[in-house]
Nanobody, 127 residues
Framework: QVQLVESGGGSVQAGGSLRLSCAAS????????MGWFRQAPGKEREFVAV????????NYADSVKGRFTISRDNAKITMYLQMNSLKPEDTAVYYC????????????????????WGQGTQVTVSS
């Protein structure tokens, strides 16, 4: 069983920054590909970013490329999402997710590849 807990959400003005954290449980975190997804009111959950189990490979949604940076610290069993130049359209609940088969496959952008999810943290960007 994997438990994920997000933190770091809040309210900021457009152009501001936030850093989200995702703390995981378990001794095998270093073998998971980890992803961030978000869901805005009335919209489907969408992919934001993913990082491979060893941190070597990352992938981003086009809408956040150049503004968001995903990273991880396997020693701290934590993943991060640094969000800069935030826009009102970034407003959503942000979820972290674990692909526990990540050691055996490439990073995935589909939510169906992730078996474990956090409870989400709200990010609100005002104009």
């Amino acid at each position: 069983q994997v438990q994920l807990v997000e933190s770091g959400g809040g309210s900021v003005q457009a152009g501001g920054s936030l850093r989200l954290s995702c703390a995981a449980s378990g001794r095998t975190f270093s073998t998971y590909n980890m992803g961030w997804f978000r869901q805005a009111p009335g919209k489907e959950r969408e992919f934001v970013a993913v990082i491979s189990w060893n941190g070597v490979s990352t992938n981003y949604a086009d809408s956040v490329k150049g503004r968001f940076t995903i990273s991880r610290d396997n020693a701290k069993i934590t993943m991060y999402l640094q969000m800069n130049s935030l826009k009102p359209e970034d407003t959503a609940v942000y979820y972290c997710a674990a692909d526990t088969l990540g050691f055996f496959r490439a990073t995935a952008t589909e939510a169906s590849a992730y078996g474990y999810w956090g409870q989400g943290t709200q990010v609100t960007v005002s104009s």
